[in-house]
Structures are given as structure tokens and as C-alpha cells.
């Protein structure tokens, strides 16, 4: 099947920025997304951005996307320790697959 | 209420044994999905459905059936529970668009 991969661990400072990558393989895919897992939760979608676009922006949240190299990536600015959690990216063609999941940690 | 429902939340049960996890959901979704996680693994895709009539393999469907009763209900069965069944499942649901999902908070199965 179609593959979705992301690094495990991300560990950065209180106030910096997070970047969490992703790679696909599902060229079709409609629709992109990044949910996040807080511990004992089930996944909330954060945001996602649509397959024609190359980014988005939302508060503090910008995600890009480069179709070319199927890279999708998760920027956190001003980054707090409330953002501590896992991140999943994951995409849609028919079904939703998801990534391992990124272990986001936020030192202070 | 809130929109996905599972349930049980935690069960705990013998190998061998049928069991019938059950998921709810308020938000009029046509799909729905059940995945397992396990740690260091993500979530794995058991099975999906898009209307009550639809029903779709993921990537881990064996050992595993589903039933769609209603646009609202889909349930996820374990015919005979074997150990590596034990794990966090979550069911999900996503809007036609592909632009609102909602996950339950997952049932933690333990089979022993």
C-alpha cells in the first residue's frame, strides 16, 4: 500500500520554533492533514491543506507542501510546552493512512 | 454527547473470545474508520466504510470484520482474540469534503 513516513522524535526549546517533516507516496491524494495526539486522547485534526496549494497558514501554524518531492511539513512557531504531544500526518485518497507519528517534546 | 462514542473504553479479555468493539458518532458523516495503534507504529488502517453500504479493506483487515448498522453506528469485531490483538483502537470519522474529522477517544483492548 501507499506509504506515509515521519521522523519519531522532535525535541526543541519553549519559544522556539517546530518543524515536523512528513514524506508520501500517494500522488493522488486530495487532501493533506496534520493531527495531533495529546496523552490518553484519541487524534485531533489541527489542519489540513489541499493538494493544489503549497502552503497554510493558521495562527501559528504554517504547513507546506511540495508536491515534486511529496514532502509535507509542520511549522509550530513560538512553540509552548501545551504543544507537547504526538503528530501525525496523514493522507487521503480513498482511505486515510497515517504516519508513525512524531513525538513532539518542549523543553522550557 | 460527544461526537465519536466508543465503547467500551477498556476490556480486558481471554484468547479465543468473540468481542464486538462499537462506535457512535453525532456529526452525519458518510465515512468511517477503525485503526489500531501501537506504539512505535502509528495507526494502521483495519478497515473503512463510506455509506452503509460500503465497506472497504485496510492495510491490517485479518482476524478483523465490521459491520455499518446505520450512517451513524459502525462496530469492529474480533471473531476469536488472540494476544497481538492487544492494543489501542479508535474509531474516526471524516465529512464528504475530506475537511472536518473527528476521532473517539479509542477503546484499550487487552487480550490474555
Known amino acids: 500500500g501507499e506509504d506515509v513516513e515521519q521522523s519519531l522524535f522532535l525535541s526543541v526549546r519553549e519559544g522556539d520554533s517546530s518543524v515536523i517533516n512528513c514524506t508520501y507516496t500517494?500522488?493522488?491524494?486530495?487532501?493533506l492533514y496534520w493531527y495531533k495526539q495529546e496523552p490518553g486522547a484519541g487524534l485531533q485534526l489541527l489542519t489540513y491543506?489541499?493538494?493544489?496549494?503549497d502552503m497554510k497558514q493558521d495562527q501559528r501554524l504554517t504547513v507546506l507542501l511540495n508536491k515534486k518531492d511529496k514532502h509535507l511539513s509542520l511549522r509550530i512557531a513560538d512553540t509552548q510546552t501545551g504543544d507537547s504531544a504526538i503528530y501525525f500526518c496523514?493522507?487521503?485518497?480513498?482511505?486515510?493512512?497515517f504516519g508513525a507519528g512524531t513525538r513532539l517534546t518542549v523543553k522550557p | 454527547d460527544a461526537d465519536v462514542t466508543q465503547t467500551p473504553r477498556n476490556r480486558i479479555t481471554k484468547t479465543g473470545k468473540r468481542i464486538m468493539l462499537e462506535c457512535s458518532q453525532t456529526?452525519?458523516?458518510?465515512?468511517m474508520y477503525w485503526y489500531r495503534q501501537d506504539p512505535g507504529l502509528g495507526l494502521r488502517l483495519i478497515y473503512y466504510?463510506?455509506?452503509?453500504?460500503?465497506?472497504n479493506k485496510g492495510e491490517i483487515s485479518d482476524g478483523y470484520s465490521v459491520s455499518r448498522q446505520a450512517q451513524a453506528k459502525f462496530s469492529l469485531s474480533l471473531e476469536s482474540a488472540i494476544p497481538n490483538q492487544t492494543a489501542l483502537y479508535f474509531c474516526?470519522?471524516?465529512?464528504?469534503?475530506?475537511?472536518?474529522?473527528?476521532f473517539g477517544q479509542g477503546t484499550r483492548l487487552t487480550v490474555v
Open positions: 466504510s463510506f455509506d452503509v453500504k460500503d465497506i
Open positions: 456529526k452525519g458523516h458518510d465515512r
Open positions: 496523514a493522507d487521503n485518497n480513498n482511505d486515510m493512512r
Open positions: 500517494d500522488s493522488s491524494s486530495t487532501y
Open positions: 491543506i489541499f493538494s493544489n496549494m
Open positions: 474516526a470519522t471524516l465529512d464528504r469534503l475530506g475537511t472536518e474529522a473527528f
